[in-house]
């Protein structure tokens, strides 16, 4: 536990602690009664934080009483990058940006084109890049950081599903590596914005000094090129290009915004914080995700070949989408990678009126939440005496004939995308793009970690490995074809 200072409060305690910060969340949840912890910043600072994962708290904040919890004016400052994109939203607003990315992104246009976009730069980029790290793998210093292969993979389908500009990043095209590394540079100020006192990371922003300078330089690269993309959907729909071909988020909700019911929405300030916004919550989740997913899998040779077995099953011909359904044990895996790596590892609310938590605490106006949604997937009380062991049969319910299908757990016990009426709205298309991806490297290649590389979670709003997942590339012998 920090301790708590004359004048500092515990602000010492966690500065101390902010490299490793998802850890030692972890360990100071499991000491503590309910789960639940008291954080009490500098004098005068109001840095009051309440850490939780206990999953009573959790469904009380996030599904029984949402209206008390709002995201508030404090996370809407941290996360301003994202303007009044549906993340940072509340109430109103909140309600009918959610409405129109349900529509959106329910058009059976846009849901057939997250299976063939993923599908066909698959096949077009990613197995053939591995295909040939593959083939050279017979020199010994061959070795290749299969997270950032996935990331910039990722970054071209979310790019492509998202505006319909394919960036080509992982094919080489330099000229996106800047807006690439500025979206790095901003997750990882935007966990510094969490952990320091409002009033200093203002002071920084007003006088433009220390990691605000970099967040003020790292937002220009961003807004031109979002502006650039903008502008060339506009062009497009100026020349009256055939749009009902095209099945982008950014396309269909142009063509939604022509109604007079979304008249609120048709401004390019809109546009410019929902492509953001999307772009910001898909493409590093999935990525990540992918990475841990992948890292686990080669630790642990027994899942690996139950994988590789199922995928072998149920796999008939290029790994087409709808045979995704049939991947259980894979979809149990995805989900089990989530509990320990989720990749938003907190979940920040305020507080509007006071009132009592489940777990008895008192919070107030002026307490902000943290749920730590990293240590809800580790607690022994919650997840057994096995937690930290990476097992899908925990997903599992086998029948006594063998046959099995996946187990139902509870949104405030599995948090990984949320809970309540603010769930992850991408769920379920980051899903067809993780067993798309999955499969398809399963079944062709094993993936060695190399020996001595260190693997540990970064600091970061979305939880990435530290050094990148250092890998070589193994072609499956039994699939060569
Ligand atoms: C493995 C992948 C993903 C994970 C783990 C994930 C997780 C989450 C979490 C934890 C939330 C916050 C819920 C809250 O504030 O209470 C969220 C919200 C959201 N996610 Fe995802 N997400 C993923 C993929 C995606 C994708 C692919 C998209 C869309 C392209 C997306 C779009 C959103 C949006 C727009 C919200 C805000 C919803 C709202 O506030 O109403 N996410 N996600």
Same mark, same amino acid.
């Given at each position: 536990?920090?301790?708590?200072?004359?004048?500092?409060?515990?602000?010492?305690?966690?500065?101390?602690?902010?490299?490793?910060?998802?850890?030692?969340?972890?360990?100071?949840?499991?000491?503590?009664?309910?789960?639940?912890?008291?954080?009490?910043?500098?004098?005068?600072?109001?840095?009051?934080?309440?850490?939780?994962?206990?999953?009573?708290?959790?469904?009380?904040?996030?599904?029984?009483?949402?209206?008390?919890?709002?995201?508030?004016?404090?996370?809407?400052?941290?996360?301003?990058?994202?303007?009044?994109?549906?993340?940072?939203?509340?109430?109103?607003?909140?309600?009918?940006?959610?409405?129109?990315?349900?529509?959106?992104?329910?058009?059976?246009?846009?849901?057939?084109?997250?299976?063939?976009?993923?599908?066909?730069?698959?096949?077009?980029?990613?197995?053939?890049?591995?295909?040939?790290?593959?083939?050279?793998?017979?020199?010994?210093?061959?070795?290749?950081?299969?997270?950032?292969?996935?990331?910039?993979?990722?970054?071209?389908?979310?790019?492509?599903?998202?505006?319909?500009?394919?960036?080509?990043?992982?094919?080489?095209?330099?000229?996106?590596?800047?807006? *690439? +590394?500025?979206? /790095? =540079? $901003?997750?990882?100020?935007?966990?510094?914005? %969490?952990?320091?006192?409002?009033?200093?990371?203002?002071?920084?922003?007003?006088?433009?000094?220390?990691?605000?300078?970099?967040?003020?330089?790292?937002?220009?690269?961003?807004?031109?090129?979002?502006?650039?993309?903008?502008?060339?959907?506009?062009?497009?729909?100026?020349?009256?290009?055939?749009?009902?071909?095209?099945?982008?988020?950014?396309?269909?909700?142009?063509?939604?915004?022509?109604?007079?019911?979304?008249?609120?929405?048709?401004?390019?300030?809109?546009?410019?914080?929902?492509?953001?916004?999307?772009?910001?919550?898909?493409?590093?989740?999935?990525?990540?995700?992918?990475?841990?997913?992948?890292?686990?899998?080669?630790?642990?040779?027994?899942?690996? *070949? +139950?994988?590789? /077995? =199922? $995928?072998?099953?149920?796999?008939?011909?290029? %790994?087409?989408?709808?045979?995704?359904?049939?991947?259980?044990?894979?979809?149990?895996?995805?989900?089990?990678?989530?509990?320990?790596?989720?990749?938003?590892?907190?979940?920040?609310?305020?507080?509007?009126?006071?009132?009592?938590?489940?777990?008895?605490?008192?919070?107030?106006?002026?307490?902000?939440?943290?749920?730590?949604?990293?240590?809800?997937?580790?607690?022994?009380?919650?997840?057994?005496?096995?937690?930290?062991?990476?097992?899908?049969?925990?997903?599992?319910?086998?029948?006594?004939?063998?046959?099995?299908?996946?187990?139902?757990?509870?949104?405030?016990?599995?948090?990984?995308?949320?809970?309540?009426?603010?769930?992850?709205?991408?769920?379920?298309?980051?899903?067809?793009?993780?067993?798309?991806?999955?499969?398809?490297?399963?079944?062709?290649?094993?993936?060695?970690?190399?020996?001595?590389?260190?693997?540990?979670?970064?600091?970061?709003?979305?939880?990435?490995?530290?050094?990148?997942?250092?890998?070589?590339?193994?072609?499956?012998?039994?699939?060569?074809?």
């Amino acid at each position: 536990f920090p301790l708590n200072w004359p004048i500092l409060g515990m602000l010492p305690g966690i500065l101390m602690q902010v490299h490793r910060v998802h850890d030692w969340c972890t360990e100071v949840l499991t000491e503590s009664p309910n789960f639940t912890f008291m954080f009490h910043g500098p004098w005068f600072s109001k840095m009051h934080l309440l850490f939780t994962c206990d999953p009573a708290n959790i469904n009380h904040i996030l599904n029984l009483n949402v209206s008390n919890y709002p995201k508030g004016e404090n996370f809407k400052d941290i996360f301003d990058i994202l303007g009044d994109g549906l993340i940072t939203t509340d109430s109103e607003s909140w309600k009918n940006q959610r409405k129109l990315a349900r529509l959106s992104m329910a058009k059976s246009r846009f849901h057939s084109a997250v299976g063939s976009c993923t599908l066909e730069k698959m096949n077009n980029t990613l197995l053939p890049l591995l295909n040939k790290m593959a083939a050279d793998n017979s020199s010994p210093e061959l070795k290749i950081n299969l997270q950032d292969l996935i990331w910039k993979f990722t970054f071209d389908v979310f790019c492509l599903l998202i505006t319909g500009v394919d960036p080509g990043y992982l094919g080489g095209n330099s000229s996106v590596s800047p807006f *690439a +590394k500025a979206i /790095e =540079e $901003i997750e990882h100020i935007l966990v510094i914005r %969490h952990t320091v006192p409002v009033v200093w990371w203002k002071l920084q922003r007003f006088f433009g000094v220390g990691s605000e300078k970099k967040m003020a330089d790292a937002r220009k690269v961003v807004d031109s090129f979002v502006e650039q993309l903008i502008s060339n959907q506009k062009q497009d729909q100026e020349q009256e290009k055939d749009a009902s071909a095209t099945a982008d988020l950014l396309t269909l909700y142009m063509e939604l915004i022509k109604d007079e019911e979304w008249m609120c929405f048709r401004s390019d300030k809109f546009l410019r914080d929902s492509l953001l916004t999307f772009l910001a919550a898909g493409q590093g989740t999935v990525a990540l995700a992918l990475s841990w997913f992948f890292w686990l899998v080669a630790m642990n040779p027994r899942v690996e *070949a +139950k994988l590789e /077995e =199922e $995928i072998k099953s149920k796999r008939t011909n290029d %790994h087409d989408h709808k045979e995704m359904d049939e991947l259980i044990y894979l979809h149990a895996a995805l989900c089990e990678a989530l509990r320990l790596f989720p990749s938003v590892p907190l979940n920040h609310k305020s507080v509007l009126k006071t009132d009592v938590l489940p777990s008895g605490h008192t919070v107030c106006p002026g307490t902000e939440i943290i749920i730590s949604m990293y240590a809800l997937g580790r607690m022994k009380g919650i997840w057994g005496e096995d937690c930290m062991e990476f097992k899908p049969e925990r997903w599992i319910n086998y029948d006594e004939k063998g046959n099995y299908q996946l187990r139902f757990e509870a949104s405030y016990k599995f948090g990984a995308f949320g809970c309540g009426p603010r769930t992850c709205v991408g769920r379920g298309i980051s899903f067809i793009v993780m067993k798309l991806v999955a499969s398809a490297l399963i079944y062709n290649f094993h993936f060695e970690v190399v020996h001595g590389h260190v693997v540990q979670p970064n600091v970061s709003v979305v939880l990435g490995m530290k050094n990148g997942l250092m890998v070589k590339v193994h072609k499956r012998s039994s699939n060569t074809g």
